[in-house]
């Protein structure tokens, strides 16, 4: 049987003046977001206009789910099955390459 490497979280803890806090955002998971789509609850998408885009990567670089890939040299596409429609792409797109658009289904 394989060894789990487990978490000693009283290793943490900390205490500032009469208060214990764990120290940290340690959070321990059995599994990975990227085994769970979570793009179905979406109300907006984002639509890049590839004539637009510049290649960048800031869409990329701020997206806080990691759905934004490079899809070749210069321009990169949303992975819609994980994508929630935050908008962050679009608002930080220095071109505004990028438009939130309702979500059909």
């Known amino acids: 049987m394989k060894k789990q490497n487990r978490i000693?979280?009283?290793?943490?803890?900390?205490?500032?003046?009469s208060v214990e806090i764990t120290t940290g955002a340690v959070l321990e998971s059995n599994g990975s977001t990227s085994k769970?789509?979570?793009?179905?609850?979406?109300?907006?998408?984002?639509?890049?206009?590839e004539k637009k885009c510049i290649g960048c990567g800031m869409c990329w670089t701020y997206c806080p789910e990691g759905c934004i890939t490079k899809k070749d040299a210069k321009k990169f596409?949303?992975?819609?099955?994980?994508?929630?429609?935050?908008?962050?792409?679009a608002n930080e797109c220095p071109v505004k390459a990028i438009a939130m658009v309702v979500e059909e289904k």
Request: proline share 3%.
């Open 36 to 49: 769970t789509k979570t793009g179905a609850w979406r109300s907006l998408r984002p639509v890049v206009d």
């Open 77 to 89: 596409e949303v992975n819609f099955d994980y994508c929630k429609g935050c908008g962050i792409c």
């Open 8 to 17: 000693d979280y009283g290793s943490l803890k900390s205490k500032i003046g």
